[in-house]
């Protein structure tokens, strides 16, 4: 079975501090993608990555796929409370399969 | 907009049960998924489709059961629901992107089953 290992599992932050999530695996993916999920609602598609080394930018939140397409990182510059939800990484091997999560609260 | 709707956001259902969870969507897309959602665990792939009255098992199938009898109608069975079944089932729905083929999902706001 493929996995995804995503961390942290938890992060409580300040307003205007930064942060890194990781999403690590031993497989190969074609492409990556970063969901984010409010509570009460389904994930929504932040952004695919599909180039290893590609790097994208979404406002605050950077994205970065590994050179060798196993892993990649979400960066969010100056963490603002609407920031606050679980953020999902999935790696597409045909189907698209998931990491654990990270659960992102951001305090006024 | 791309909808997915699943009909019953909140289910609460006895152990033994059968329970059917409606997924619908409006796009015309080829591929629907279903996810279960715990905490911790993240998302776990249950059984897709890439068409109709097709479907695969994903990585937990045991327990479940699914129809896709129309191209936008994908549902999940519980022949008897057991409570280690309870938990948030998310339906997906999916055309392959443009580029290497990355399967980018719409998901529906999820159904909460609790077996009792």
């Known amino acids: 079975t493929q996995l995804l290992e995503q961390s942290p599992q938890f992060l409580s932050i300040q307003e205007g501090e930064n942060l890194t999530v990781y999403c690590n695996s031993s497989s190969v993916f074609s492409s990556l993608q970063w969901y984010r999920q409010e509570p009460g609602e389904g994930p929504v598609l932040l952004v695919t990555?599909?180039?290893?080394?590609e790097v994208k930018k979404l406002k605050r939140l950077t994205f970065q796929f590994g050179d060798a397409r196993k892993d990649s990182s979400l960066h969010i510059t100056a963490a603002q409370p609407g920031d606050t939800g679980l953020y999902l990484c999935g790696g597409n091997t045909g189907k698209l399969i998931f990491g654990q999560g990270t659960t992102l609260q951001v305090k006024p | 907009d791309v909808k997915v709707t699943q009909s019953s956001r909140y289910l609460v259902k006895r152990t033994g049960e059968k329970v059917f969870l409606e997924c619908v969507q409006d796009?015309?897309?080829?591929?629907m998924f279903w996810y279960r959602q715990d905490p911790g665990l993240g998302l776990r792939l249950i059984y897709f489709s890439y068409d109709v009255k097709m479907k695969e098992k994903g990585d937990i199938p045991e327990g479940y059961s699914v129809s896709r009898e129309k191209k936008e109608r994908f549902s999940l069975i519980l022949e008897s629901a057991s409570t280690n079944q309870t938990s948030m089932y998310l339906c997906a729905s999916s055309e392959v992107g443009q580029t290497s083929g990355a399967n980018v999902l719409t998901f529906g706001a999820g159904s909460r089953l609790t077996v009792l």
């Open positions: 990555v599909v180039t290893g080394g």
């Open positions: 796009m015309d897309h080829e591929n």
